[in-house]
């Protein structure tokens, strides 16, 4: 089982990074790879996933996230791939927070997740999650201009696993003034709402 793979990143996929380790380089399938810098050295957390035709690698950026992933994934009907896109979009808090909150909509919002796994997923991990101790993931520091957009968000009525779903998005939006950050929140919101 490989653990982490600590390398060089030489090339990213739509949905993968290829890192360089000592001449060897390994394919990861990894959560929005467009924000992993090329050429700069990194370690990354993997799940080795075996089938009959292929050895398949997931990477995350820390110990924790993997440790949610390897939770997701023990949901009946959750495979890797869907783990991973699920992970892509929510952050492993506001994942456990939906859980905890038992907030079937919002599941629903998540890629690949419909009704029948929104409900399998409450069902397997309600409560789960509180044995990671402190292991559990910690809220990485946002700005402070995100965090009161997010604020602004939740006042008008959306809900905190909701706005914590874009909060990658929030993050990387060009714009990082208050009100703008508000007004495209309100975007992705509505779009998702919509869709």
């Known amino acids: 089982m490989i653990a982490y793979i600590s390398g060089t990143v030489v090339n990213r996929t739509e949905d993968a990074i290829i890192i360089d380790n000592q001449g060897i380089g390994y394919y990861i399938y990894y959560g929005r790879p467009e924000t992993v810098a090329l050429d700069t050295q990194m370690i990354v957390h993997t799940y080795q996933h075996v089938r009959e035709d292929a050895i398949i690698l997931f990477g995350f950026e820390s110990r924790q996230d993997l440790a949610v992933f390897?939770?997701?994934?023990?949901v009946k009907g959750v495979g890797p791939k869907t783990g991973l896109a699920i992970l892509?979009?929510?952050s492993p808090q506001d994942?456990?927070?939906a859980v905890d909150q038992e907030d079937l909509k919002f599941l629903k919002t998540l890629p690949g997740v419909g009704p029948k796994m929104a409900s399998q997923i409450l069902l397997d991990l309600k409560g789960k999650f509180v044995s990671t101790g402190k292991d559990a993931p910690k809220?990485?520091?946002t700005s402070?201009?995100?965090e009161e957009a997010m604020d602004a968000l939740m006042t008008l009525g959306f809900k905190r696993a909701e706005v914590?779903?874009?909060k990658n998005e929030l993050t990387l939006y060009e714009q990082q003034d208050?009100?703008?950050l508000i007004k495209y929140g309100l975007q992705l919101m509505n779009a998702r709402r919509r869709g």
């Not at 390897?70 to 023990?74: C, E």
């Open 70 to 74: 390897t939770q997701l994934i023990s």
């Open 88 to 90: 892509s979009k929510v």
């Open 95 to 97: 994942l456990i927070l």
């Open 139 to 141: 809220t990485e520091k």
């Open 144 to 146: 402070p201009n995100i």
């Open 164 to 166: 914590g779903s874009i």
């Open 178 to 180: 208050v009100n703008a």
